[in-house]
């Protein structure tokens, strides 16, 4: 199976990343690219990752390895 791309730009649409955003009380969010852009305060982060669930597996293993509170 092959998928067709075509060059008109107006048919390309824009790829949303995801992030994962350390809070100050030491949680962590998942925020896409442009909630983490308009967050003026950034503590640690980690991405940009492709899919949200891709996020999410980040998330729980910082969580596992202490840098992320559980929520």
Do not use: Y
Request: include cysteine; charged fraction near 20%; charge should be positive.
């Amino acid at each position: 199976m092959t998928l067709a791309t075509s060059s008109n730009p107006k048919n390309v649409q824009k790829t949303n990343t995801w992030h994962v955003l350390q809070q100050t009380d030491g949680h962590c969010e998942i925020v896409d690219q442009t909630e983490l852009s308009q967050i003026a305060e950034q503590s640690q982060t980690w991405g940009p990752f492709v899919s949200k669930s891709e996020a999410i597996a980040k998330r729980v293993g910082l969580i596992r390895s202490g840098k992320c509170l559980p929520q």
